[in-house]
């Protein structure tokens, strides 16, 4: 297999382009990718400061790898969960990786704050999933608030947004359809802009980027995922895109069009209030997150 580039040996075969890259003609072509999607979305400006949600994973490490490649003002920001095992190791991975490259870390811990995911949902009788994102949105917007960041941005890939996607459309959830276009408004006075570079990107490069660029993430999924529907969504995606090459990008790419010039800067946030008790807005008076650790208390 040859670089379609250069001719030397290639490292990738990436089939919905049809072709097949060395590695460093890989990284180039993983680079113009993320770069479209920042130029096609208006992300940010190259002046603007961002903060990235770090889990571990490869997505989000890889992310910011390339946003500090380019030249961006980006900083990490990882929340230790609480789970026994998964925590630990996502963490040390984080941190390892922000010392290698030396890059400025926001680091929100969960067992010292008194919430561990798993302990909340226990106490307050609910999923760790529904209580992991209400906790981990929480603290993402404060921290995008407090820090003064202009954007925030994600690990969200391809194949993450084309199977949520494909779940929405598959249970008629046209309100939640939006929440796969790759950037999503800022609302109110204090909810950031929230934008996906990597959307043109799969899984699988994300994780042959990380490889070949001496990227060492987290391997293993949160504990916490098996059994999640979204999985099925995936692998009815891959078995198509595998019979099929090209299918996945269409189906989303030809969306995104669909719904480009949907008007997304009036959002439910406008009309939002004060929490009495953290001091975020919110819907109610005392917004989600305190209403839930309320329970723990
Ligand atoms: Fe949180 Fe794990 Fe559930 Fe993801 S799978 S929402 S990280 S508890
Ligand atoms: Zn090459
Ligand atoms: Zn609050």
Same mark, same amino acid.
């Given at each position: 297999m040859k670089?379609?580039?250069?001719n #030397?040996?290639?490292?990738?075969?990436?089939?919905?382009?049809?072709?097949?890259?060395?590695?460093?003609?890989?990284?180039?072509?993983f680079?113009?990718?993320?770069?479209?999607?920042?130029?096609?979305?208006r992300?940010?400006?190259?002046?603007?400061k961002?903060?990235?949600?770090v889990? #571990?994973?490869?997505?989000s490490?890889v992310?910011?790898h390339?946003?500090?490649?380019?030249?961006?003002?980006v900083?990490?920001?990882?929340?230790d969960?609480?789970i026994?095992?998964?925590?630990d190791?996502?963490k040390e991975? &984080?941190? @390892?990786?922000?010392?290698?490259? #030396?890059?400025k870390t926001?680091i929100?811990?969960?067992r010292?704050?008194?919430?561990?995911?798993p302990?909340?949902a226990?106490?307050?009788k609910?999923?760790?999933?529904? &209580?992991?994102g209400t906790?981990k949105?929480?603290?993402?917007?404060?921290?995008a608030?407090?820090?003064?960041?202009?954007?925030?941005?994600?690990?969200?890939?391809?194949?993450?947004?084309a199977?949520?996607?494909? @779940?929405?459309i598959?249970?008629?959830?046209?309100?939640?359809?939006?929440n796969?276009?790759?950037?999503?408004?800022?609302?109110?006075k204090?909810?950031?802009?929230k &934008?996906k570079?990597?959307?043109?990107?799969?899984?699988?490069?994300t994780a @042959?980027? @990380?490889i070949l660029?001496?990227i060492?993430?987290v391997?293993e999924?949160?504990?916490?995922s098996? #059994?999640?529907?979204?999985?099925?969504?995936?692998e009815?995606?891959?078995?198509i895109?595998?019979?099929m090459a090209?299918?996945?990008i269409?189906?989303y790419?030809?969306?995104?069009?669909r719904?480009?010039?949907?008007?997304?800067?009036?959002?439910?946030?406008?009309?939002?209030k004060?929490?009495?008790?953290?001091?975020?807005?919110?819907f109610?008076d005392?917004?989600?997150?305190?209403r839930?650790?309320?329970?723990?208390?």
């Amino acid at each position: 297999m040859k670089c379609v580039k250069c001719n #030397g040996n290639a490292v990738i075969n990436i089939r919905r382009a049809n072709a097949a890259f060395c590695k460093e003609h890989f990284n180039e072509y993983f680079t113009e990718q993320t770069l479209k999607s920042i130029k096609q979305f208006r992300m940010f400006r190259k002046t603007d400061k961002i903060m990235v949600c770090v889990s #571990g994973g490869k997505d989000s490490l890889v992310l910011w790898h390339v946003l500090h490649n380019l030249g961006c003002d980006v900083t990490g920001m990882y929340i230790d969960l609480g789970i026994n095992g998964y925590s630990d190791r996502s963490k040390e991975k &984080v941190t @390892a990786f922000a010392d290698k490259f #030396g890059l400025k870390t926001i680091i929100v811990d969960l067992r010292e704050k008194g919430y561990p995911i798993p302990f909340v949902a226990r106490r307050a009788k609910r999923e760790d999933c529904a &209580v992991c994102g209400t906790i981990k949105r929480y603290y993402f917007n404060r921290a995008a608030y407090d820090g003064g960041f202009d954007v925030v941005a994600t690990g969200h890939n391809l194949d993450d947004e084309a199977s949520r996607l494909l @779940a929405n459309i598959m249970h008629w959830n046209d309100e939640y359809m939006d929440n796969t276009y790759p950037v999503l408004p800022a609302g109110g006075k204090m909810l950031k802009k929230k &934008v996906k570079p990597l959307v043109r990107l799969t899984e699988r490069e994300t994780a @042959a980027f @990380a490889i070949l660029n001496g990227i060492d993430y987290v391997m293993e999924e949160c504990p916490m995922s098996k #059994g999640a529907t979204s999985l099925i969504f995936k692998e009815a995606l891959s078995t198509i895109e595998d019979k099929m090459a090209g299918t996945e990008i269409f189906f989303y790419t030809k969306f995104l069009e669909r719904v480009k010039d949907k008007d997304r800067s009036k959002t439910d946030s406008d009309e939002m209030k004060i929490c009495q008790t953290c001091g975020m807005e919110s819907f109610m008076d005392k917004c989600t997150f305190c209403r839930l650790v309320e329970k723990v208390k």
